[in-house]
Every structure is written in C-alpha cells, then in structure tokens.
C-alpha cells in the first residue's frame, strides 16, 4: 500500500501509527533524504540496516540489478513476519524505486509493504495508491480541539501540517526551528549544522573530524542536541529528530559554510577508507571546475555502481564531465553506457553516436562503443539503423569481421537477398579463421545455417563454442547468441537451451547486462518448446524484469506476451 499526499497531509504521521499497530511484525523503516538522492538503494539501506549486507564497492559486475533484487527478496523472506516501511520516497534514486517495483511484482511471502510520497514528484503504479485529501472543516476542529474560522480553514487548505503551523501564526514552524538553534551555543550549532551535511543519521566521529573538533568537544555537543531534543541517538546512530528540523539545520549554514563542511567529509570519508561511491556525494556538492581528483572519484563511484544503479552512474558521470572538459573519451563512454543501461536508450543512442564522432576511426575501443550502439538500437527497434551504422563503420574497417557478422544479423532480420549475407559471412569465417577466433567463426556458421536453413553447420559451431573458454566466450559472447539462436529457430531446443545457459551466466559473471533480457527470453523460448511451460514462464517473467529495467519497450511488451500466452497453454 501506497500513501500519497501533498507535504504536510500526514503521511508520515500514519505510516509510523502504523508502525505501531502491526503486532507480531517486524518492523523495518526507512526514508530517504532531501539531499542523498544519488546514494544508490539509500532507503533500503536505511530500512534494512544490520541486515543489509550487500557491499556496493565489492566486484558489481557478478550480478545484475536483477539478481540483487532477488537477493534481497530472499533475505526478506528469511525475516519472517515483515512490515517494511518506506517514506518520502519522492526523494528516493532510481535503483532503490527499481528494487520496490521489484518487490511488489514478486512479493515475499511474509513481507507487507507501505510507502509514502509526494503524487506531484513520482508516480507509483505497481500497488493500490491511497490519495490523502483535505480534512473537513469539521476534522480540522478535531485536529486542533479548538473552533477553526472559515479564513484559517481556507488559508490551510484543509492541510493538516498548514492547519497547526497557521493556528500557530505565520511561519510558525520555521520560527520555532529558529528558534530552537538560536537558543543553542555558537560550537553546538556549528556542530548540528555539519551534522545535517552528514545525512538524516550520522556519526559523532566523523562528524567531530569534519567540524575540527575533539571527539569529547562533539560528544558533549551532541548531547547538548539531545537535550534540545534536535537530535536523538539510538542503537544505530545519531539523527534528527525529524527531517525539517534537518533540512532547517542545514539551510542555517551560509553556502560557504556548507561547501567548505561537504569538501571536509568528502576528505574524512576518503581517508577512513570509504569507498568512492560513499564520497561522491559530497563531492557533486564540493567540486568546481577543474578539480581532477573531483573528476577521478565520480568516475570511479560511476562505474563501480554502473550494474547496480546505472541512474545514479549516469548523473556521476554527467557532473565529472560538467566539471573536466568535456572531451574526456572514457568520461563520454561510461556517461552513454549507464544512460543505456539505466534504460535511457534514446538518450544512450544519441550520446554513443556524438562520440562516435569524435573518436578515431583506429581507437582500440572504438569497436566497443558500435557494438554497444548496436545493441541500443535493437533494443529500441531500430534495425534499418542497426544495418546503417555497420555499413558505415565497415567503410573504413574493411577487414572487421565482428562489424561484418553485425551487418549480416541485421540483413537477415530485414529479409536483405541471402546471396549477400553469405558473402558476408564468408569474409567473416576467412578473417575469423585467419586470426584463430573461434567463437567468431562460430557465430558466423550459425548465423549463414540460419539464413540457407542449412543445420549441417551448426554441429562444427557448436563444437567450437563448448571448447572455448569462458574468456574467449565472454569476448565474442554475441557470436554465441547467434548460435544458440540459430539452434532454436531449427528445432535443436536441448542445443539452444545449453547454449543459451552458458551464456547468461558468462553475461553475469562479466557485467554484460544489457544482454541479460535477449538471452532469458531465448533460453524460455527453448524451455517451451521442450514442454518445460512453468519453467519458460519463469524465465520470460525474468527477461520481462530485464527488460523493464533496461528502458526497451519492444522486448518488455514481447515477453509479456510470451507469459501470458504460455500460460494460457499451462
């Protein structure tokens, strides 16, 4: 259940009542903060505290969003009785509204789920949403236990936040928040003002270390905060006692103020080892142009979370490149993979293609950048341009077989003359034989059994595909698409399904996600043809997660369909 509602409508409020009304459960809360909505899954870690145990910084490319999200299903599920809580979620990042979605279309067992948002900053679609309206005037006597004229009721609008502020007089709420800091001592409210550039919960010694102070210094200051009743402490950490009274704290501090506490945290946190992606934050906010170590820790917390939260890798990315010049090669090409990724394809597709113009036709990695390019526009349908883009790029790369195997797919897919796709392939199996690449050659044979409905070939393919490495597979691991591909459209359905296996979980353990939903709808596809119909659904509810998370319409809309038609036939 999802409680929606304008600020001050009393979302919070009911969400922690229910908190307290839900015996038997244990209850997880978390909220995200104003000024933390790049830190990738913030409110589930905030929600699952000692239980989350996932370490964003360790190797990301062994699994993608999807198999985290049923990581976290399964450590949910072995919570037991579970009432998961999750607040202002208008200020949640991408990844931790991805894992939700996640969570609600596949719900553990045990768990219920409430949230709460602002209707005006997100959409939430995948659960029953409860619109939080004005009270009655009537109700807003009860609230206040006092008659309420018509004037104040106008004014409030029927809110109950505006309602108790406006009883109060105008700017009765931020008056008292000044008020309450006003009363505190210089030091104290220095040290409250670096806490609120620390997050919603925070750390006396890092926070110490950031206002130059002593740890007894801060102790003593923090408990002064406790006093104020400003700032509570319990198991966990320290935090404000409600995020206005963190969000007054902070916009307390002059701007210089803020930047010169945010260029300290980013330090204190650097030098106590955290890892980038928990520095860049402060460092969006500290940075100015020109800063290279700025540049250098975004793009290393970029690509260090770029399979887990692609969205926030594509914002990091964005502001090291508004931050160097902008003509940064690999700042360009992480910056068009995570749009990719995150599911922004024609945002990915247009980046790809400017720095395609730009980068020397004889760049090693200029091969890269097409392929992927590639796959963005057959993701979104693009197939005509898929069959341009190999044409052109083969004009000054004559002899590249894997740019000639790519023009041939997509010749095959909109039914070009079968004599030219086999010329094609020729010159790909020669160059590929030349060269000792195996897989390549391999992908070629399967692609040209498919286009003359020849399988002969497809035993010598393979052959060379099972006795590859999994790093040569890895290398070339479209080439075994192709195959395995091939192997379903020409009833070898046990061949496909082995083929189609081997590479998804080579596509897991190297980070090449974005191939995950073509290859899970495939390996279904073979699933059903072997009579395996709970199985193939399964997995084209799996492609269709993939698929949804990569941004590509066509796919999502074409697994969908595959489920509900298979199980129609169950």
Same mark, same amino acid.
């Given at each position: ?264 945290? @980013? ?50 990315? @964005? ?252």
């Amino acid at each position: 259940m999802a409680l929606a509602g304008d600020p001050g409508m009393g979302k919070s409020t009911l969400l922690t009542a229910l908190t307290h009304s839900t015996p038997g459960h244990r209850v997880l809360s978390g909220r995200m903060g104003e000024f933390e909505r790049s830190i990738p899954f913030g409110v589930f870690v905030d929600a699952l505290g000692e239980h989350w145990t996932l370490d964003l910084s360790a190797d990301l490319t062994a699994a993608g969003r999807h198999s985290l999200h049923r990581e976290i299903r399964s450590l949910l599920n072995g919570l037991g009785e579970v009432l998961l809580v999750l607040d202002d979620l208008h200020w949640a990042d991408a990844a931790s509204l991805d894992l939700l979605h996640h969570l609600v279309r596949h719900r553990p067992e045990h768990t219920k789920i409430a949230c709460g948002f602002r209707p005006r900053q997100l959409r939430v679609d995948s659960m029953p949403v409860v619109e939080l309206g004005p009270l009655t005037r009537d109700e807003a006597e009860e609230l206040l236990g006092t008659p309420v004229s018509q004037a104040l009721y106008d004014e409030s609008g029927g809110n109950p936040f505006y309602l108790e502020t406006l009883a109060g007089g105008s700017e009765a709420l931020q008056s008292a928040l000044r008020g309450e800091m006003s009363a505190l001592a210089p030091r104290t409210a220095t040290l409250l003002q670096v806490a609120a550039v620390c997050g919603d919960q925070f750390e006396a010694a890092v926070v110490a270390e950031i206002a130059s102070l002593d740890i007894e210094d801060a102790l003593t200051g923090l408990d002064d905060l406790i006093a104020a009743d400003l700032v509570r402490h319990d198991q966990r950490a320290y935090h404000f006692r409600h995020p206005t009274v963190r969000n007054a704290a902070y916009h307390s501090a002059p701007v210089a103020t803020r930047h010169r506490a945010h260029c300290r945290a @980013a330090k204190v946190l650097e030098r106590l080892g955290a890892p980038a992606e928990a520095r860049a934050h402060h460092v969006e906010l500290a940075a100015t142009p020109g800063d290279r170590h700025a540049v250098s820790v975004l793009s290393a917390a970029a690509n260090s979370v770029m399979h887990k939260a692609p969205a926030t890798a594509a914002q990091w990315y @964005a502001t090291a490149l508004s931050l160097g010049t902008g003509d940064e090669w690999e700042l360009r090409w992480g910056h068009a993979r995570a749009l990719g990724l995150s599911g922004r394809l024609p945002d990915s597709r247009a980046a790809l293609h400017d720095l395609l113009s730009v980068l020397p036709k004889d760049h090693p990695q200029r091969l890269d950048v097409v392929a992927f390019c590639a796959h963005v526009e057959r993701a979104l349908g693009l197939h005509a341009e898929v069959r341009a883009l190999a044409a052109r790029e083969l004009e000054s790369a004559q002899d590249n077989a894997v740019l000639k195997l790519v023009l041939s797919v997509s010749l095959l897919q909109v039914m070009e003359p079968a004599e030219t796709i086999a010329s094609l392939l020729a010159d790909v199996k020669a160059i590929a034989r030349a060269d000792g690449d195996v897989v390549l050659e391999a992908g070629a044979a399967a692609v040209a059994s498919l286009s003359d409905g020849d399988a002969s070939r497809l035993e010598f393919a393979a052959s060379a595909v099972d006795g590859a490495t999994d790093q040569d597979v890895a290398r070339r691991l479209e080439s075994v698409v192709w195959l395995a591909w091939s192997e379903l459209r020409l009833g070898k359905y046990r061949e496909s399904l082995r083929h189609y296996e081997r590479a998804l979980a080579v596509a897991r353990a190297t980070g090449q996600h974005h191939m995950l939903g073509n290859l899970l709808l495939g390996a279904a596809n073979a699933l059903r043809w072997l009579g395996c119909l709970r199985e193939a659904c399964e997995g084209a509810a799996e492609s269709a997660e993939a698929a949804f998370l990569g941004g590509s319409k066509d796919l999502h809309a074409l697994t969908l369909s595959r489920c509900h038609s298979w199980l129609f036939d169950c």
